[in-house]
């Protein structure tokens, strides 16, 4: 894949497709009665409201953003809006993981209604993954589903959790247990958004990038690695990016909302990161979700080599591009240590995608071929991650 072109607008979305604001792109997710619109670009925020506005005419909008990210970007949104003549009101949460709970959720609920959102009126989440879930699992249980908007501010957001509709909350049984499938009605992912985020977070986030080329974009990994460095600092680069991430997860909404199938694809790297979280006490000081990513999808490429789906020379590019770009790739890396292969495995276990004790992987026979393992052995497992372990 070559260095992508200056962005242009282009839009085959399903239903009335909008024009793109600003010179940005429009990714569409097609789902039966439900289909949206992504819109992609810099600066996009600022133009927000009449996209925004005309999802429900007359619509009162109810902010959701957290301390962090409303102090940064919703003047901005709020000035929009009023321009737009769209009533807004403002509701912050505590950022971090820690407002994924029943205690914010239920509060979040009680200043919806307090600000008299109706079902004809709109729910906007401005912020990162934690924003974006509980604000969708609000508006999927307000008044039995209100309409949302998702307004993405991470990498991980935009080229992730803010499409495909999947909202939620974590217990202490584990992160997303309490959710709904509910739709945003638009996504608006300002890429501009993005240069405030810390390097950390940035590259965070980029690990879901590379994900899509390691699904089945061979290409998309290749670009990736000649072009990542362009990707961080913003520019034609990170909007393509953005979007080839949103088009991939958008096809595989379309072919399966609800992960009956296929869009567990999307979960290549994740039965291993979460085991990490969890035993790192989702303790962002020492690993974040997109770390934990980093280090999952080089474990799933060498366990597919170990299990001799995958040739070494693919597991060892994967990690070399991880290593480049300044994100984990080994256990090692994960700072105080995340414990032994039974304990690992033991934390695999408790994933919601472990059925009746059996664990399904998503596994590789090359950079670009992931697929679908069901059954795989938890010996294979705890063997492979007692040999990683092993190298020190
Ligand atoms: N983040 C994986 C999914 O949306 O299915």
């Not at 992730?160 to 509709?165: A, E, Q």
């Given at each position: 894949m070559s260095t992508p072109a200056a962005p242009t607008a282009s839009t085959s979305a399903p239903g009335a497709p909008s024009q793109a604001i600003g010179r940005g792109q429009i990714v569409p997710v097609s789902l039966e009665g439900r289909s949206y619109e992504i819109h992609i670009g810099r600066h996009l925020l600022c133009e927000a409201a009449g996209l925004i506005a005309a999802l429900s005419p007359g619509a009162k909008a109810a902010i959701v953003t957290d301390e962090t990210v409303g102090a940064l970007h919703a003047p901005a949104l709020e000035a929009s809006l009023q321009q737009a003549g769209l009533a807004s009101s403002r509701i912050t949460v505590p950022p971090g993981?820690?407002?994924?709970s029943y205690a914010r959720l239920t509060a979040l609920c009680d200043d919806l209604l307090a600000a008299r959102i109706e079902r004809n009126d709109l729910v906007i989440a401005l912020g990162g993954g934690v924003v974006g879930d509980l604000t969708g699992f609000a508006a999927a249980i307000l008044r039995r589903g209100v309409p949302f908007v998702q307004i993405p501010t991470s990498l991980l957001a935009q080229v992730?959790?803010?499409?495909?509709?999947k909202t939620g909350i974590n217990t202490s049984h584990g992160k997303n247990l309490v959710g709904a499938f509910h739709q945003p009605a638009l996504v608006i992912a300002d890429?501009?958004?993005?240069?405030?985020?810390s390097p950390r977070e940035f590259k965070a986030g980029y690990a879901e990038v590379v994900k899509y080329g390691l699904i089945g974009d061979p290409g998309f990994f290749d670009w990736c690695e000649a072009n990542w460095s362009r990707i961080i600092a913003g520019g034609p680069e990170r909007d393509h990016a953005v979007a080839v991430s949103c088009r991939a997860k958008a096809a595989v909404v379309a072919r399966d909302e609800r992960e009956?199938?296929?869009?567990?694809?999307?979960?290549?790297g994740h039965t291993f990161a979460h085991a990490l979280e969890r035993l790192t006490d989702y303790d962002s000081r020492r690993l974040v979700h997109g770390e934990a990513v980093a280090i999952g999808l080089a474990l799933a490429f060498r366990f597919s080599q170990s299990l001799g789906l995958c040739h070494g020379q693919d597991a060892l590019r994967v990690a070399r591009h991880l290593d480049a770009v300044g994100l984990p790739s080994r256990l090692q890396q994960v700072p105080g240590g995340v414990g032994s292969a039974d304990a690992i495995v033991a934390a695999m276990a408790?994933?919601?995608?472990?059925?009746r004790g059996v664990l399904t992987f998503i596994l590789?026979?090359?950079?670009?071929?992931s697929f679908i393992a069901p059954g795989v052995a938890a010996e294979d497992v705890r063997a492979f991650i007692a040999a990683e372990l092993a190298q020190g």
């Open positions: 993981e820690s407002s994924k992730d959790s803010s499409v495909g509709g890429t501009a958004l993005l240069d405030t985020l009956e199938g296929d869009r567990a694809l999307l979960n290549l408790q994933d919601k995608k472990v059925k590789a026979r090359g950079i670009g071929r």
